[in-house]
């Protein structure tokens, strides 16, 4: 264990992602972890970590980056501008770096967030089971928020020699290309029968707007007014017929408070709320919302829950050795 | 009412939900609180986290280690064990509060707003135990109710939320009072402040060597009305994370409580 890096200056909102908390969705604590599991997971394969090591999630603009000690490091998920001692590199690729190299991330040309993995991954304290932060709670990560000038972060015990990671880069095909991928598969419900049924089928037709309102709670997405049945409301609900007795609300659901506009709840989800929720992304496609910037557009599509699993798996085998290949 | 049968749906490919009716009675609530904890004990292979509330269980599984239909058999098995349900386990947590003044900026309107004195209004809120039905939204955030019907003090519910809300603050929106135990926006009346917070992230106080989050569903709640001079004192423990909260161990008798709601 080493103190392996120091932000001089800091991101727009970069946190400690790693493993998910489970166990206590039930007092309100979400799981937390990568945005975009995909390129995390992978990330951490390339500097040789288990694919739910502790990296660092970067968000639209990335942070300006000092190593305090020799190690190899990898930059996945969108495509980020980022240079290493002024000169320029590649994501998708290990670098071995020793103390005193700078890295600045620079900002994001595709998607939202990349993932910043170094071998031996960071030392941060597990908490209720999980290396991940949730800054709303205070919970985990480095010191439960997210990084700012000045924090100093330790990396693990690398598994593999530095030699042997260096030079490596994710095979063409396993690499992911956020800006692919626009349409957002779901399952309907929990509450869909609440809409009128024009509406469930437009929600399907039409194309969605990111708004510039997305955070790792929740991305709003707005297009079209969507309408609710008249029904007798209980007393305890709220007023508004999208409203109902406070429910679980899944990583992934979908609320429309006054059917105006989506919020599709993410990794830190509020893990209760009197909102409808017409439909759920599937975990697959978790991944896109979390590369989903302000001004994209998306479409839903429903899919049933063994597509959705082999889809999944599909994608999961990838997190392997096979899919890492050598560069010049 | 509570359904015949639970209502089971899709929540994406990783959740659950098990819908058992569609109201917020105690029965209801006590029901789902039963069946999430013996959910909890049975250590099913597969299931990740639950999260129960009024009249919903939500539950996340592994889909590559349970299915939806498997899931939904043992939810059926546990349902089939709670349908008679006398009483629950439920511990009683008395928790010190402070009403009005700059503690509770709403508590002296919230009181007009009912009718009643400053006195009165902190006794119909204080003076028996509340229900807690649901810990969610946020980290150890309670849904509180009272448990007896001429024990309601209501609170008026912002129009616009507020943007911020100072953390320990006590909120009533209708009957249902809320701890903002991390400051979230917020639209409850602010009648009061707890200066010990159930939630303690850091872990610093005795009462949270185990967990982070001190309340859970099927608790008790008995808020002790406190003064200036008492809350120095808790504010002081608490920094020298000495306090500890008052926790009787015990049950819920809910066929007992019905009875006693229809005056039998």
Same mark, same amino acid.
């Given at each position: ?215 790792? =709670?929740?991305?709003?997405? $707005?297009?079209? !007014? *969507?309408?609710?049945? #008249?029904?007798? /409301? ?48 599937? =975990?697959?496609?978790?991944? $896109?919302?979390? !590369? *989903?910037?302000?001004? #994209?557009?998306? /479409? ?29 | ?264």
């Amino acid at each position: 264990m080493s103190e392996v890096i120091e932000i001089l200056k800091k991101g727009l909102q970069t946190s400690v992602q790693g493993n998910y908390r489970y166990g206590y969705f039930g007092q309100g604590i979400p799981p937390s972890g990568p945005m975009d599991e995909y390129s995390h997971h992978i990330g951490n394969v390339l500097v040789g970590n288990k694919p739910d090591a502790a990296s660092l999630e970067i968000t639209m603009v990335g942070d300006r980056i000092k190593f305090l000690s020799d190690t190899v490091f990898a930059i996945t998920g969108a495509n980020f501008s980022a240079k290493l001692n002024k000169q320029p590199i590649k994501c998708w690729r290990t670098y071995r770096v020793k103390a005193g190299d700078i890295l600045d991330l620079g900002f994001s040309t595709n998607g939202c967030r990349g993932y910043l993995s170094i071998a031996g991954g960071f030392n941060v304290p597990v908490v209720m089971g999980s290396t991940s932060t949730y800054a709303p709670g205070l919970v985990g990560g480095h010191k439960g928020r997210y990084l700012i000038e000045g924090d100093i972060l330790e990396s693990g015990e690398s598994a593999v020699p530095l030699e042997q990671l260096e030079g490596l880069a994710v095979a063409d095909e396993a690499i992911y290309k956020p800006e692919s991928e626009r349409t957002l598969y779901i399952t309907l419900g929990p509450q869909a029968d609440l809409y009128k049924d024009e509406s469930v089928k437009e929600f399907f037709d039409i194309e969605w707007e990111v708004s510039p309102i997305l955070n790792r =709670t929740g991305v709003r997405l $707005t297009g079209t !007014q *969507l309408y609710f049945k #008249d029904r007798i /409301k209980d007393p305890d609900e709220g007023k508004d017929l999208s409203n109902i007795i406070d429910d679980g609300i899944p990583v992934g659901g979908m609320q429309t408070p006054s059917g105006k506009e989506i919020i599709c709840m993410a990794k830190d989800v509020v893990t209760a709320g009197g909102f409808a929720k017409i439909g759920t992304v599937v =975990t697959y496609s978790m991944n $896109t919302v979390g !590369q *989903l910037r302000p001004g #994209d557009k998306v /479409k839903f599509k429903e899919i049933s829950l063994e597509e959705a699993k082999e889809k999944l798996m599909e994608r999961r085998a990838k997190y392997s050795k096979e899919y890492i290949t050598k560069y010049e | 009412m509570i359904y015949d049968e639970p209502r089971y749906m899709y929540g994406g490919d990783q959740f659950l939900i098990m819908e058992t009716g569609n109201d917020m009675s105690i029965r209801q609530n006590c029901m789902v609180i039963e069946i999430n904890r013996l959910l909890t004990e049975s250590k099913i292979k597969g299931v990740l986290n639950s999260q129960p509330t009024w009249r919903s269980l939500l539950v996340q599984y592994n889909p590559f280690e349970i299915s939806f239909e498997d899931l939904k058999k043992e939810l059926e098995n546990i349902r089939s064990n709670v349908k008679q349900l006398d009483e629950i386990p439920s511990r009683i947590v008395e928790i010190p509060i402070i009403y009005g003044g700059k503690w509770g900026p709403d508590f002296e309107a919230t009181a007009e707003y009912n009718k009643v004195s400053v006195e009165k209004a902190i006794e119909l809120h204080s003076s028996e135990l509340q229900w807690v039905g649901l810990v969610g939204f946020v980290p150890g955030h309670p849904f509180v109710r009272p448990l007896r019907k001429d024990q309601k003090l209501h609170g008026k519910i912002y129009d616009s939320p507020r943007t911020y809300t100072p953390l320990g603050t006590i909120g009533l929106g209708g009957i249902t009072t809320t701890f903002y135990t991390v400051a979230t926006p917020g639209g409850y009346a602010m009648i009061g402040y707890i200066p010990a917070v159930p939630y303690d992230p850091a872990q610093l106080l005795p009462d949270f060597q185990k967990s982070a989050i001190l309340l859970r569903a099927g608790d008790r709640i008995k808020f002790k009305p406190i003064d200036v001079d008492e809350l120095n004192y808790i504010r002081q423990q608490v920094i020298e994370r000495q306090f500890r909260f008052n926790i009787k161990e015990g049950i819920f008798k809910l066929s007992e409580w019905e009875k006693e709601q229809r005056g039998e």
